[in-house]
């Protein structure tokens, strides 16, 4: 079980002491209650509690793709460089426009990477094409296919196919040198490579990844290769947390099956902590007789066991536990295996995001129709595996996958969304809008 010491460039603020202390982060939480805990105040409770982890490393721009900025990056240049031509037409005087058609004098071509060197005088224009730097004379790019009679020596431009100004891109109009092209905690992605690589910018700072150990508790889980004992099943859970964590961009440390036994839970969670900036477990966190790891967690650091106003989820517990002087965030998921995934998605994601330094947005919800009527009660958050479908005529709905117990994974596997049921949300009947989050986003 133990695992190989952490290198000394893993020391991070996840270690140092916290303050302040769970208990009074817990105090400025209004009508704050461990036994029914909302799941806006228990992510309230979070993100108070989280430090981020200060580690950073240069990356080439390709390898630095999904990591966290770990500075703002400031243009060096304008980009665009120059004025240029959106168009492949003729560049012209837009004093030249009249109310009738006029004709001009071609006195040159400008190719994108190609300059125009001569002058444009009144009367005259210039062939440009796409990306050409706009001649500082002209003000104006006519489409080639508005005009008339082009040929090498002049070409005619019929009246009202252009107002002054048109189809010209300005100098630094993307970018401007000196401003802010990223911000610090940015996630980069494809466009942010592409937007780097225009500024000529070959290495960025971004977080070192986050060390994540996880485990799973309990004495009737088998892993794959085992023989499957009366009453015993195979451990799902280290399986999706592992999906999730790499989909999150972390190290991930798998600790494998701990029995629900105090010593082997207790070395567990020590070498966890001296080695892995967060930890996360499932299973054992209820109040059933075997669940020992709520004592030892206790015992190790700063912990809160809550039961959650949510379905599925309900308990969890959340902290920061230490060993030889290095320490771990600890998120105790519920056992089964739908809970860990909501309860993974709706408090672990946003902590650990910030943990590596990044800005997350809320997860996106989107708002579509439900084709049937759904039970819910007031008072708790529930998260309801749906399939999100579009029809013939391009109208979208959605509906639950069935049974939505909290041990169902097949449904969460058959499911592309959940629909979210809002804390004060009561019934929902067919036709009604609800919210959804997608569980696949494009970028
Ligand atoms: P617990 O929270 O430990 O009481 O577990 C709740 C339920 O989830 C029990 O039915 C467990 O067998 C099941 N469970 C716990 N951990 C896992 C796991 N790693 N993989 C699959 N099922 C699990
Ligand atoms: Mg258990």
Known sequence: MRLPEKESSFMSTAQQPLHPSLDQIASCVSGYDPDALPVASAQQVIRSFIRPVDSVEKLAIRAALDRVLAADIISPINVPAHDNSAMDGYAIRSADLDDKDVSLQVVGTAYAGRAFSGDVGPGQCLRIMTGAIMPPACDTVVPQEFTRDGNAQSVTIPAGVVRAGDNRRFAGEDLAAGSIALAKGKILRPADLGLLASLGIAEVPVQRRLRVAFFSTGDELRSIGEALDEGCVYDSNRYTLYGMLRRLGCDIVDMGVVRDEPQALEEAFRSAAENADAII??????????????????????????????????????????????????????????????????????????????????????????????RKKPGRTEYQRAILSTAADGSRSVSITGAQGSGILRSMSEANCMVVLHHEQGQVAAGDMVDVILFEGLL
Do not use: Q
């Open 281 to 374: 477990t499932s299973g054992g966190v209820s109040v059933g007789a075997a669940d020992y790891t709520r004592h030892m967690m206790a015992k190790l650091g700063d912990v809160c066991f809550w039961k959650i106003g949510m379905r599925p989820g309900r308990p969890m517990a959340f902290g920061h536990i230490s060993s030889g002087g290095r320490g771990a965030y600890l998120f105790g998921l519920p056992g089964n295996p739908v809970a860990v995934m909501v309860t993974f998605y709706f408090f672990a994601r946003e902590a650990l995001l910030h943990m590596m330094g990044a800005s997350p947005a809320p997860l996106p919800l989107m708002s579509v129709v439900s084709s049937s009527a759904i």
